[in-house]
């Protein structure tokens, strides 16, 4: 069994223990690492008013000194090894982000937002522009594989798709400033009506993957100081920087100040 560890006055437990719990929302996270699904999900979570344990997420690879997958544990518990597995009192993990959202909203505090509209029509639109952020295929998906590696190979790596990745993310940071003009036509600053929906934390959670984001929403560690600066070069292809707007950068940092945990608490070694 993994030891909990504790991380700048911030505790994570073993994954065994939080399979083992039988109460309360637990999450897997890295230590130090803003892994942009976990921190969208501790985000929902936050605006939900959920209390969140965090637990170890088992790195990827294979453990030198006993020569076996570190993530088998993680397969054999929930058949998969992406990031983050939601565990919610004694009930089945939960790894897909519809199936996480939907959770986080029928446990959240009664006196939270509203995550998921009541209005269909508004639902339908949610729900497109967190597929188009969050899903295979949307803008995180296309990020990972700007560049070859061992996590861009895991999403489909090749020549092909990742020269056709700069044009989706274009598209899809398109798509989400032509929305936002058009709520601000209309007097909303959020993506979907007039309150905050998943699609506004979603967005501005996983749009820091094509901005550089400042210290006092995203600290910089010694464990995310690589991934800080491949997101903030991305920011600067003259293809995405063309994109960029004002309003994008402006929404972004709305959301993430008002509703979200910021700056955002990590865990690691802080500089």
Known sequence: MTENITSHALKFISLDDAAAMTQGTRITFIPGIQALYSEALKNICYVKGIPVIRALHPMMGVDKETGEDRQARLFELTSQTGLPTMFFDD?????????????????????????????????????????????????????RILNDGALSRKYGYNARTSAAAPGKIVEIISVIDACLEQQAQRGSQYLVGDAVTAADIYWATMSMCITATPPDIMPVTQQNQGMLKFFASNSKRPEIAKVLSTRI??????????????????GGDLL
């Open 249 to 266: 950068i402006d929404h972004q940092r709305y959301i993430l100040t008002t509703y979200c945990e910021t700056p955002a608490v990590l």
């Open 91 to 143: 009930e089945r993990p939960r790894n897909v982000w519809t199936e996480q959202l939907a959770l986080a909203e029928s446990i959240g505090s009664p006196s939270s937002p509203a995550l998921i509209p009541d209005d269909y029509k508004h639902r339908v639109e949610m729900f497109g522009l967190c597929a188009i952020t969050l899903a295979e295929d949307g803008l995180v998906w296309n990020m």
